[in-house]
């Protein structure tokens, strides 16, 4: 199951959503990740969705709490209304920097798709906002006053050159083309595409032309989104045979929104499961309560039966004992009852009286 875009993925998906600009944000929702809904004249409402390492375009509204994050209301405040006037991704980074506009004000929304996912606003001087997370590096630090930085470069899929694929290689030529930002998928695709050995180690010149031939071959494909039978979504054509979707977004949705969506049932089972353990628990508790409280209650009234039972016998010693009250201290009593064969003892400190019955 795909659960992140490569930064050659995020090419595509960024050319597929440029549809996008032009229209504005008419609610902003904070799920698990984030939702904008979007309406254009001429595509109606639209759902942008974000996750932790994935944007695309959903069909269908998730789950949205009741309570709105923090973070959600600052994106509401200034965002709702606004028109999206761009839409980029940067230096061929799994980072894609969304502008809203009006006349009188610009923010730019950055969606950093790798680790564990962020979402930055800033204001048009690209000074810092808010973030789902703060954080900081040696190289950059993403807080609240700070200007926004991109990480340090790195290699740009989008705009690699014939020199990129000149591989000095070190490991594997699969692995090598991943490091360039093609990740596993597309590496051992440009090797299918050329008729290379993914594993081999060592590449020849005319080789090293022929990936930068495909390479450029492959920017130009147009989009023929598929969900593989091993899970991969991919919005061009890979060597096997998948199921066909019209868009890129279509095939993330069939797949993905369907995970995030059991996510969400299996958490709220195990809440439900939790809740019910814990109901379980207090009746069985009560149970016991209620088990001891009778047994309490058979004792106490067998306790009566006995007293009712013998009760002129009990009479006659309680009247004795009272007599000799009038004569004597309860330690003294205590001292001639001593080997009685009913009264088992008596308690000067606090006049109990054990007797046998």
């Given at each position: 199951?795909?659960t992140?875009?490569?930064?050659?993925d995020v090419?595509y998906?960024?050319?597929?959503l440029?549809q996008?600009?032009?229209?504005?944000?008419?609610r902003?929702y904070?799920p698990?990740?984030?939702?904008?809904q979007?309406?254009?004249?001429?595509?109606?409402?639209v759902?942008?969705?974000?996750?932790?390492?994935?944007?695309?375009?959903?069909?269908?509204?998730?789950?949205?709490?009741?309570?709105?994050?923090g973070?959600?209301a600052?994106l509401?405040k200034?965002?709702?209304?606004?028109k999206?006037?761009?839409?980029?991704?940067?230096?061929?980074?799994?980072?894609i920097?969304?502008?809203?506009?009006?006349q009188?004000?610009?923010?730019h929304?950055?969606?950093e798709l790798?680790?564990?996912?962020?979402?930055?606003?800033a204001?048009?001087?690209?000074?810092?906002?808010?973030?789902?997370?703060?954080?900081?590096w040696?190289?950059?630090?993403?807080?609240?006053?700070?200007?926004?930085m991109?990480p340090?470069s790195?290699?740009?899929?989008a705009?690699?050159?014939?020199?990129?694929?000149?591989?000095?290689?070190?490991d594997s030529?699969s692995k090598?083309?991943?490091?360039?930002?093609?990740?596993?998928t597309?590496?051992?695709e440009?090797?299918r595409?050329?008729?290379?050995e993914?594993?081999?180690?060592?590449i020849t010149?005319e080789?090293q032309k022929?990936?930068y031939?495909?390479?450029?071959?492959?920017?130009s494909?147009?989009?023929?989104?598929?969900?593989?039978?091993?899970?991969?979504i991919a919005?061009?054509?890979?060597?096997?045979?998948?199921?066909?979707?019209?868009t890129?977004?279509a095939?993330i949705?069939?797949q993905?929104?369907?995970?995030?969506?059991?996510?969400?049932?299996?958490r709220?089972r195990?809440?439900?499961?939790?809740?019910?353990e814990?109901?379980?628990n207090?009746?069985?508790?009560?149970?016991?309560?209620?088990k001891?409280n009778?047994?309490?209650?058979?004792?106490?009234q067998r306790?009566?039966?006995?007293?009712?039972?013998?009760?002129?016998?009990?009479k006659e010693i309680m009247?004795?004992?009272n007599k000799?009250?009038?004569?004597?201290s309860?330690q003294?009593?205590?001292?001639?009852?001593?080997?009685?064969?009913?009264?088992k003892?008596?308690?000067?400190?606090?006049s109990?009286?054990v007797?046998?019955?």
């Amino acid at each position: 199951m795909k659960t992140e875009l490569t930064a050659l993925d995020v090419l595509y998906i960024v050319e597929e959503l440029q549809q996008l600009v032009g229209s504005r944000v008419d609610r902003i929702y904070q799920p698990d990740g984030f939702l904008i809904q979007l309406h254009k004249a001429q595509l109606g409402k639209v759902l942008l969705r974000i996750e932790k390492n994935i944007i695309w375009l959903t069909a269908s509204k998730p789950e949205v709490p009741e309570t709105i994050p923090g973070l959600c209301a600052i994106l509401r405040k200034r965002l709702e209304g606004k028109k999206l006037i761009s839409l980029q991704q940067m230096n061929g980074e799994r980072i894609i920097r969304i502008d809203f506009a009006t006349q009188q004000e610009t923010f730019h929304v950055y969606v950093e798709l790798f680790a564990n996912g962020n979402l930055i606003l800033a204001d048009k001087e690209d000074k810092i906002i808010a973030a789902v997370e703060e954080r900081a590096w040696k190289d950059r630090a993403i807080k609240r006053g700070l200007p926004y930085m991109l990480p340090p470069s790195k290699m740009n899929v989008a705009t690699l050159e014939q020199e990129n694929f000149e591989l000095h290689l070190t490991d594997s030529i699969s692995k090598h083309l991943a490091t360039l930002g093609f990740g596993k998928t597309y590496s051992h695709e440009l090797c299918r595409r050329t008729g290379i050995e993914p594993n081999a180690k060592t590449i020849t010149t005319e080789q090293q032309k022929k990936l930068y031939k495909e390479y450029q071959k492959m920017l130009s494909d147009k989009i023929d989104a598929q969900v593989y039978p091993d899970g991969e979504i991919a919005p061009i054509k890979l060597a096997s045979e998948g199921t066909k979707y019209p868009t890129f977004s279509a095939a993330i949705d069939s797949q993905f929104a369907t995970n995030v969506g059991q996510q969400k049932v299996d958490r709220k089972r195990q809440t439900y499961l939790k809740q019910r353990e814990k109901v379980e628990n207090l009746i069985a508790l009560q149970g016991k309560s209620i088990k001891k409280n009778e047994e309490d209650a058979l004792e106490q009234q067998r306790i009566g039966e006995l007293i009712y039972e013998h009760y002129q016998e009990l009479k006659e010693i309680m009247d004795e004992i009272n007599k000799a009250k009038m004569s004597l201290s309860l330690q003294e009593i205590k001292a001639r009852l001593k080997g009685h064969p009913k009264v088992k003892d008596v308690n000067p400190k606090t006049s109990e009286i054990v007797v046998e019955i």
